[in-house]
């Protein structure tokens, strides 16, 4: 019943910065906690970021500290990843993700209840 749709990925140099949105849209009444994953070929899909409901909690993994930036616009149902100083390594496809429970997104992949089908992000040297 919870659709979510990732969009914004493209091909960015070292250095540059992109945003990536997730719209979530269905029965969006449940207040989720929301995240972001990502899979780099040949790798497990790895935990990137999360954010609480009301965006007063935030927790990022630590290659991305510092760097990369997760919100959300609860009225126009809307999360976003703001990434700055991209490395080649950040190379990925992008998945959102929510979850009920704040403490089952942050715990890795199988606390996730709706994925998105992702979005490409390539970052050249």
């Known amino acids: 019943q919870v659709q979510v749709v990732e969009s914004g990925g493209g091909l960015v140099q070292a250095g540059g910065s992109l945003r990536v949105s997730c719209a979530v849209s269905?029965?969006?009444?449940?207040?989720?906690?929301m995240g972001w994953f990502r899979q780099a070929p040949g790798k497990e899909r790895e935990f990137v970021a999360a954010i609480s409901w009301s965006g007063g909690t935030t927790y990022y993994t630590d290659s991305v500290k510092g760097r990369f930036t997760i919100s959300r616009d609860n009225a126009k149902n809307t999360v976003y990843l703001q990434m700055n100083s991209l490395k080649p390594e950040d190379t990925a496809v992008y998945y959102c993700a929510a979850a009920l429970k704040y403490s089952t997104i942050v715990s890795g992949t199988g606390g996730v209840d709706y994925w998105g089908k992702g979005t490409l992000v390539t970052v050249s040297s």
């Open positions: 269905g029965r969006t009444l449940n207040t989720y906690a």
